[in-house]
């Protein structure tokens, strides 16, 4: 078997940053080097307190936890925590994880971590998996370009290329909280010499609006395997009341595990390169506008997934997070998402 791939989780959770993480920490390919945290769904330092939550559910306690940027670069901050919860977690209120404390200075933990893989060849290199607004990555790319010598690929679940958004009709959540970060860190994967020939994977909403779990789903879930699927259970349910008031749908999104399935298995999603950036103004704020016909002639910064196959998804989840189980089940409990 193949060396784990070093990797660093910049998430903020957030009800599905909290499956990304269980998908993410029962995948024996990954070696988590730390969790770093950032503004979004919820304030940083709840999210990291859910983070901790999540360890604790996993009994991964041996990762560390780190608070990143309180605030985006620009732009007032506006949580997400109508669709969260006031907890982050649905609601759910588990209790705070004394053992173990979050730790302050996740950009500079970052560098750190970066700088140290710096030399090291490209299969040692760390990856981040971003599932939450780039402010931290921005911050990192200001203050530490050269850091990102030690980068192997980026994955960031944000955007949307043809479908529509879920701020306003072009934007989707974590580019809108952050537009200016967002923008940054895709101007620098086409400008900066160090990042040369690197792409940012994008799992986009035109991807991860595929994956649905219903209700049907989370019974399935409970039968194989009780305590993780009340858990689920737990932290899913305020998800699923916003879902059908919000877009009609009995069940609900899970954009974030997705990016983590991709990073792992590269045939869970496909699409094409191109060059794209981020409006930071206007009423198309936090929309990526993506080059796919190449009019500008610039560095493509970008891989743009836009196919999926949510059974193979939800195969691939159940398996890791939930236990063994029957595809056939799977598909016919997938058939009947109402919309
Ligand atoms: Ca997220």
């Given at each position: 078997m193949n060396a784990a791939k070093k990797v660093i989780i910049d998430c903020d959770p957030g009800i599905d940053d909290a499956l990304a993480l269980m998908l993410a920490l029962a995948s024996p390919e990954l070696e988590?080097?730390?969790?770093?945290?950032?503004?979004?769904?919820?304030?940083?330092?709840?999210?990291?307190?859910?983070?901790?939550?999540?360890?604790?559910?996993?009994?991964?306690?041996?990762?560390?936890?780190?608070?990143?940027?309180?605030?985006?670069?620009?732009?007032?901050?506006?949580?997400?925590?109508?669709?969260?919860g006031e907890d982050g977690l649905g609601e759910s209120h588990y209790p705070e994880v004394t053992k173990m404390r979050p730790r302050t200075g996740a950009v500079q933990f970052l560098a750190r971590m970066l700088e140290q893989a710096a030399k090291a060849p490209e299969e040692a290199k760390i990856s981040i998996i971003a599932l939450g607004p780039m402010t931290n990555l921005a911050r990192l790319m200001r203050q530490y370009p050269e850091s990102l010598a030690g980068l192997g690929e980026l994955v960031s679940m944000g955007g949307s290329y043809k479908s529509h958004g879920n701020c306003s009709p072009v934007a989707e959540y974590n580019y809108w909280c952050d537009p200016h970060a967002a923008g940054e860190v895709y101007a620098g994967f086409a400008a900066l010499p160090v990042l040369r020939g690197k792409r940012i994977h994008m799992i986009g909403l035109d991807v991860t609006r595929e994956i649905v779990l219903t209700p049907n789903l989370l019974e399935y879930m409970c039968c194989l395997n009780p305590e993780r699927g009340d858990f689920i259970r737990r932290i899913t349910r305020f998800y699923f009341d916003f879902h059908w008031k919000q877009e009609g749908i009995i069940g609900c999104v899970i954009n974030d595990p997705l990016a983590v399935a991709y990073f792992i298995d590269r045939t869970m999603c496909s699409g094409f390169a191109a060059h794209t950036e981020v409006e930071t103004e206007g009423i198309c704020l936090g929309q990526t506008v993506v080059d796919d016909h190449d009019f500008w002639k610039r560095e493509k910064n970008s891989h743009i997934l836009t196919k999926t196959d949510a059974l193979r998804f939800m195969k691939f989840f159940f398996t890791r997070v939930i236990g063994e189980c029957e595809e056939q089940v799977l598909e016919e409990l997938m058939g009947r998402v109402l919309r």
């Open positions: 988590i080097l730390g969790i770093t945290v950032v503004c979004g769904n919820v304030p940083a330092r709840m999210g990291a307190e859910n983070a901790l939550k999540i360890l604790k559910q996993m009994g991964r306690m041996d990762i560390p936890v780190y608070i990143g940027e309180e605030s985006p670069l620009v732009r007032t901050y506006v949580d997400a925590m109508d669709t969260h």
